[in-house]
């Protein structure tokens, strides 16, 4: 045990956890951007003096950026090492490259060196995903790029800000290649205010406990997070577990992505092994490192939700390389599709494999996709162009602990959808629907949750559509014997007739006219063990409430109802063969 | 005293989770009665009747009882609700159930969800209306009356209607609403758009279900109370506090239950606000730590701080104005545990109430914070409340050393001390973050600390957040039911606008405001309550162009210029954030209006009369050992009560009494105000 007492050790854990809530908490509430703000697709955090290691992170932060902002502040850092470059008080260093730690070009990280008496002594660092940053589509979700220019503006790590000022020839750059420019103003000053709120707030955490006395406590959090980590992980017995998960397909060839994953538990740590995934792919779905790393995290994060985030939570994971495949993508691979979701096809992978280690800590997949959809137009009637963005959610699986819940937030997010009203204000849109995937629960002895479905009709002007979402070819697993969730559908009514994507759930450029209308159907979770041990008091509630046709409960879950909605005992029992 | 014949007394009445409290004060001759009796769980009245028969008060003695209930947020939590229906837009049964696609927690992919109101007492009527309020799809008159007769054969008791857009055009809405009443055996019939005219559809839906699924729960309840009091002689009125601080008539306060949402903490910030203001230290932070959470809000200038973004729970907004109280799972049966990594750690996992802390000898063998104040000698062992079988001091300090202790090499008041130290720690940044989240720096506050364990917390709070003042009231531990007997009458309007201000029409925020004044002099005059003059207060809630967030700002008046409101966003968006943005535009979002019918105003003063001895030394009952940063001291007790109002002392110190104890740390220099308020600087 290291020279510090537990309650200074505990009273500085929560401290600097207090400095990266508070830096979320400016950022948030100053953002102009939805996503930024309501969407929380943002995260704060403090990084290690060498080598940009994760110190502390923010509560409020999005899921995927827990392993990656370390990534890009290392690269910051070998930038800075490799050009010989003086870093000052008040530089603020621009990133988005995703090839240098970072996921899609549109998460833009700012990264500032923190300096106490005089030494750097940490980094600060942000995320916030731009609502767009040019490229082919707006709003950068390319379901077509073959190559990283396609995508979008990429930004190598330059100081934006230096000594406090900000560089107004690297902004009008910036401004001169992205879309709707004029609120990013508004967003990049509360990025950048964030950062000076948690300096502000960490040197009073250095003041009082003594710089040489925290930076010890950060060396000690870090080994007790590790150990934490550990603890959880005996909880597994030794062996190794194969799972995997599909991508549909890289949306410029229709071919399925097969992601391999081989945990094994190797003494107190768990290595991860890609090897045999599919190889790199033409189309915007390969994976960076830095983002299939992160995915693992946060699959771990998900199955032990307890154990605290700093570098040492992820000691124990060892993630080997997987060089050749399309989930360690280099330049000029397209990655537009791997922070939202290739991610969650690696997350659903490490669930599968440990769903046969741990099942009673596991639960079965959840839709896991951030049904990105993004229409861009001109709106002829108020004059102006306008991008407008529709996530959805999709069902969770079952667990030991009951039925999934419907409409959940993709595995990487925690955003919520912006609300019909809102959107019919901005842009010139009606929805038409906006109900329950009606049999998408995947069948179990506890069911998946339920997808959506929406319908979107254009009222004026031209526009194109284009979408990045999955699970259209086959739904999210069951486990233990639970059935699949349903798939996600898209449809588009193109004055009366109707056009699929050839890629079930990606295409670009969609074009539509006015009256037409954007069908969406998202993917429902998995069920969890065996359906026909379902309580056929629940299938028929199920069936009361428009889930599951009769049909379906004699299909899936072999149980027979009697004509006023009841469950018909003897029938089910012959069904189930009792 | 007074006659039979003279009502001169005012009651406020509270019904908190365990303690139904009532102070009373009679007008006359400023004598003051106070009684604490146990709720009763099952019907609240019996406690109400209990309190008032404590208390020794004579239902003809009272001029007005003022009652706090749980009653609605109860029946929320634990789902006891009415049978409801909705009807909704076609296409849109399911936005109950779907909500904003989120899940309990941001890390972990299980949980729990259950719509207000179930899929199968969920039905559509044919109507559309687009967001400029404009008809897409007349109302389809026959799909209502279909749907109103099916949810009444399918036995609902209450009916929800909720269509898209009805903030800015509730035509559809309030025929539907005409056609259900004709048709619906009770008046449960809730529009939407009559609760609450904001837009957002799944907030806007949640909020009216929740009114629904309480209103019969509520007036049953408010019923039996107003006949039981009825049939032992009390003719005059009752009324009943609301989450947005203010009363409402018994009469009419079924009509919008869900106002009494959150009425127990709005009443103890009510009475905060008054009690701070009459101590002439009107900017407070208010500090509420009871058993298993704490309760923290935020007075300004002697006004609550009111936002109409509550979330009771996971995926169950509530958007009616409320005072703006933030809940912190911190009590004093917070659990302190060791982590797999050796970590000491204090709650969030609470003994609750069964088993409680230990020394309840409930059967409590984890440590708490409350176990941790007897340890360090803070509580008296002998006055401990809600004990079942008193429990020794040494198999208290016994389990703290087996549970918590040894594995850190700590005996049984090192960890304590080290309990109380994190937890002080974790509540102080929660203090922080919620000050902050408002836009308010702490330091700029004094503390107000009350419930039961407030003030034994609150001057280490202070020292941990920099804040340099106590405010401690006379009797934190019946604040709530103060709150009850010094709130006003108070009826709260929003109506959403969203409009940029350049394109804003001025007249139209004049004709909104009138409107909103107008609804609320009416809801007065219905009530028919003795005033004694009227407050009316103007908010603009306003955001920039494409942000999400929204910025409330108080109005001068209903006659406010586009820049007025221009110059008004710009200084308090500076004030929060200290960003100036003038290359994009403000929106209006809502404008809301809170119309105030003003009670004659408590004289605080009489709280503070009664046994107050001449000199301090009479005051002290004795002295214990208690534990201060790095051993015991001997540290004087005094007894609250006994007090002189002109005594003067320096920390360490213990003040006890009946329900509180106050904990005056070392150095910590105390006096009292005319009120009988402990004034402490830390």
Same mark, same amino acid.
């Given at each position: 045990m290291s020279g510090i007492d537990p309650i200074t050790l505990a009273v500085i854990q929560n401290?600097?956890?207090?400095?990266?809530?508070?830096?979320?908490?400016?950022?948030?509430?100053?953002?102009?951007?939805?996503?930024?703000?309501?969407?929380?697709?943002? =995260?704060?955090g403090i990084y290690d003096a060498e080598d940009g290691a994760l110190i502390a992170q923010g509560e409020l932060g999005l899921p995927v950026f827990v392993g990656t902002m370390q990534f890009s502040t290392g690269a910051v850092i070998e930038r800075v090492r490799a050009n010989g470059w003086k870093v000052e008080p008040g530089d603020v260093f621009i990133v988005n490259d995703p090839y240098m730690g970072g996921t899609h070009l549109m998460d833009v990280k700012f990264v500032k060196p923190f300096f106490h008496q005089g030494e750097l002594y940490a980094w600060l660092a942000n995320t916030g995903h731009w609502p767009d940053t040019g490229g082919m589509v707006p709003g950068g979700f390319s379901a077509k790029a073959t190559e990283s220019e396609q995508e979008g503006l990429r930004l190598p790590p330059?100081?934006?800000?230096?000594?406090?000022?900000?560089?107004?020839?690297?902004?009008?750059?910036?401004?001169?290649?992205?879309?709707?420019?004029?609120?990013?103003?508004?967003?990049?000053?509360?990025?950048a205010a964030a950062l000076s709120i948690g300096e502000k707030r960490l040197e009073d955490l250095l003041q009082r406990y003594g710089g040489g006395t925290v930076k010890a406590a950060i060396k000690e959090l870090r080994v007790r997070a590790a150990q934490q980590m550990r603890a959880r992980i005996a909880s597994i017995p030794d062996g190794s577990y194969q799972g995997e998960a599909v991508v549909d397909s890289d949306g410029v060839v229709d071919e399925p992505l097969l992601i391999r994953m081989r945990v094994t538990k190797v003494g107190a740590d768990l290595e991860f092994d890609m090897s045999g995934s599919s190889p790199p792919c033409r189309g915007p779905m390969n994976s960076v490192l830095a983002t299939t790393k992160s995915s693992i995290y946060l699959a771990m994060k998900h199955i032990f939700p307890e154990v605290p985030i700093n570098a040492g939570t992820f000691e124990p994971l060892k993630v080997i390389e997987p060089e050749g495949t399309f989930l360690y993508a280099h330049y000029p691979r397209p990655v537009s599709g791997c922070a939202a979701e290739v991610s969650q096809r690696i997350a659903e992978a490490v669930f599968s494999a440990l769903t046969h280690a741990i099942p009673e800590q596991l639960f079965a997949a959840p839709a896991g996709s951030s049904g990105n959809l993004a229409v861009g137009g001109s709106d002829p009637l108020r004059k102006r162009n306008y991008v407008?963005?529709?996530?959805?959610?999709?069902?969770?699986?079952?667990?030991?602990?009951?039925?999934?819940?419907?409409?959940?937030?993709?595995?990487?997010?925690?955003?919520?959808?912006?609300?019909?009203?809102?959107?019919?204000?901005?842009?010139?849109?009606?929805?038409?629907?906006?109900?329950?995937?009606?049999?998408?629960?995947?069948?179990?002895?506890?069911?998946?949750?339920?997808?959506?479905?929406?319908?979107?009709?254009?009222?004026?002007?031209?526009?194109?559509? =284009?979408?990045?979402?999955?699970?259209g070819r086959v739904g999210p697993q069951g486990a233990l014997g639970g059935a699949d969730g349903g798939v996600n559908t898209v449809a588009v009514d193109q004055s009366g007739k109707e056009y699929r994507p050839l890629h079930l759930s990606k295409d670009q450029d969609i074009q539509l006219a006015p009256g037409d209308v954007i069908r969406v159907s998202t993917p429902g979770g998995g069920g969890y063990g065996d359906p026909f041990r379902r309580d056929p008091a629940k299938v028929a509630r199920d069936v009361m409430r428009g889930y599951y046709t009769r049909e379906q409960a004699e299909q899936r879950f072999r149980v027979r109802l009697a004509g006023d909605g009841t469950v018909d005992a003897p029938g089910t029992a012959s069904l189930r063969g009792a | 005293m007074s006659t039979d014949n003279a009502a001169t007394w005012i009651a406020g009445i509270d019904v908190g989770g365990t303690f139904t409290d009532l102070i009373a004060i009679d007008g006359a001759s400023g004598a003051v009665r106070l009684a604490k009796v146990p709720t009763t769980v099952h019907n609240q009245a019996f406690g109400v009747l209990a309190a008032i028969e404590s208390a020794g008060l004579d239902l003809a003695q009272l001029a007005l009882i003022v009652h706090g209930t749980t009653t609605t947020t109860n029946a929320l939590l634990e789902r006891k609700l009415a049978k409801t229906g909705l009807i909704t837009t076609r296409g849109f049964r399911d936005?109950?159930?779907?909500?904003?696609?989120?899940?309990?927690?941001?890390?972990?992919?299980?949980?729990?969800?259950?719509?207000?109101?179930?899929?199968?007492?969920?039905?559509?009527?044919?109507?559309?209306?687009?967001?400029?309020?404009?008809?897409?799809?007349?109302?389809?008159?026959?799909?209502?009356?279909?749907?109103?007769?099916?949810?009444?054969?399918?036995?609902?008791?209450?009916?929800?209607?909720?269509?898209?857009?009805?903030?800015?055009?509730?035509?559809?809405?309030?025929?539907?609403?005409?056609?259900?009443?004709?048709?619906?055996?009770?008046?449960?019939?809730?529009?939407?758009?009559?609760?609450?005219?904001e837009y957002r559809e799944y907030e806007r839906g949640v909020t009216a279900a929740v009114n629904a699924s309480v209103q019969p729960v509520l007036d049953r309840y408010i019923r039996r109370l107003s006949d039981e009091l009825k049939a032992r002689g009390f003719d005059k009125d009752l009324l009943v506090m609301q989450g947005n601080g203010g009363t409402v008539s018994a009469d009419i306060v079924a009509e919008s239950a869900v106002n009494t949402v959150m009425s127990g903490p709005a009443s103890g910030i009510i009475a905060a606000a008054t009690s701070s203001v009459a101590a002439g230290i009107p900017n407070v932070v208010t500090y509420d730590m009871g058993g298993t959470s704490t309760d923290v809000g935020l007075i300004k200038d002697g006004v609550p701080q009111v936002s109409a973004e509550l979330e009771l729970e996971y995926a169950l907004p509530i958007h009616v104005p409320m005072v703006d109280v933030h809940t912190i799972g911190a009590g004093g049966g917070s659990i302190a545990y060791l982590s797999e990594s050796g970590m000491l750690q204090v709650g969030p996992r609470s003994a609750g109430a069964t088993p409680g802390p230990i020394c309840y000898g409930r059967g409590g063998s984890e440590p708490t914070i409350t176990d941790a104040n007897l340890v360090l000698g803070r509580l008296n062992p002998d006055k401990l409340l809600g004990v079942d079988n008193p429990v020794s001091l040494a198999h208290v300090r016994q389990l703290f050393e087996d549970r918590v202790g040894r594995a850190l090499g700590l005996d049984a008041t090192a960890t304590a001390a080290a309990i109380v130290r994190i937890a002080n720690d974790k509540m102080a940044g929660a203090i922080r973050m919620v000050s902050l989240a408002k836009g308010h720096d702490p330091r700029d506050f004094a503390l107000f600390p009350f419930g039961g364990a407030g003030p034994l917390h609150a001057a280490a709070l202070a020292r941990e957040l920099g804040i340099p003042k106590l405010l401690i009231p006379m009797r934190p531990g019946i604040t709530n039911a103060l709150g009850c007997a010094a709130a006003d009458l108070r009826h709260d309007y929003v109506n959403t606008v969203n409009k940029a201000l350049p394109t804003l029409d001025e007249a139209l925020v004049e004709r909104t405001l009138e409107a909103q004044i107008a609804k609320g002099r009416a809801l007065l005059?219905?009530?028919?309550?003795?005033?004694?003059?009227?407050?009316?207060?103007? &908010?603009?809630?306003?955001? &920039?162009?494409?942000?999400?967030?929204?910025?409330?700002?108080?109005?001068?008046?209903?006659?406010?210029?586009?820049?007025?409101?221009?110059?008004? &966003?710009?200084?308090?968006?500076?004030?929060?954030?200290?960003?100036?943005?003038?290359?994009?535009?403000?929106?209006?979002?809502n404008l809301h209006t809170a119309v105030i019918g003003r009670r004659k105003r408590l004289d605080l003063a009489v709280l503070g009369r009664g046994e107050r001895r001449q000199r301090l030394a009479e005051a002290q009952t004795g002295t214990r050992q208690v534990w201060f940063d790095g051993g015991f001291v001997d540290t004087p007790i005094y007894r609250r009560e006994t007090l002189p109002l002109d005594a003067k002392f320096t920390g360490p110190a213990i003040v006890e009494q009946l329900d509180c104890t106050t904990v005056i740390e070392p150095g910590n220099r105390v006096s009292l105000d005319a009120l009988g308020n402990l004034i402490v600087e830390v």
């Open positions: 401290g600097l956890q207090q400095v990266c809530n508070e830096m979320d908490l400016a950022f948030c509430r100053a953002a102009f951007s939805p996503v930024i703000s309501e969407a929380m697709d943002r =995260s704060d330059v100081k934006l800000y230096k000594k406090g000022e900000l560089d107004q020839e690297i902004l009008s750059i910036i401004l001169s290649n992205i879309r709707i420019a004029d609120q990013r103003i508004g967003d990049i000053k509360a990025q407008m963005y529709v996530i959805s959610g999709g069902g969770y699986g079952g667990s030991p602990h009951g039925d999934g819940i419907s409409n959940g937030c993709s595995t990487i997010g925690i955003s919520k959808t912006p609300p019909i009203e809102v959107m019919e204000q901005f842009f010139p849109i009606l929805f038409e629907e906006y109900s329950l995937h009606e049999g998408s629960g995947g069948a179990g002895e506890h069911r998946g949750g339920f997808g959506v479905n929406y319908a979107i009709r254009l009222l004026r002007g031209a526009a194109r559509a =284009s979408m990045v979402m999955d699970h | 936005v109950l159930e779907l909500g904003r696609r989120t899940r309990p927690k941001p890390y972990g992919l299980t949980g729990h969800f259950e719509p207000l109101v179930p899929r199968e007492l969920r039905l559509e009527a044919t109507e559309r209306v687009d967001a400029d309020g404009e008809v897409v799809t007349p109302l389809n008159e026959a799909d209502v009356k279909a749907a109103v007769l099916k949810l009444r054969e399918a036995g609902c008791e209450a009916l929800v209607i909720h269509f898209l857009h009805s903030y800015i055009n509730p035509a559809h809405e309030a025929r539907a609403w005409e056609i259900a009443r004709e048709l619906w055996p009770n008046a449960y019939v809730t529009a939407g758009h009559r609760l609450l005219s005059a219905r009530e028919g309550v003795a005033l004694e003059g009227e407050t009316v207060l103007h &908010f603009a809630d306003m955001q &920039f162009q494409g942000q999400s967030h929204i910025l409330t700002v108080p109005l001068p008046g209903t006659r406010v210029s586009r820049a007025e409101l221009q110059k008004r &966003f710009d200084a308090a968006y500076w004030e929060r954030f200290g960003v100036e943005l003038p290359e994009i535009r403000a929106v209006l979002v």
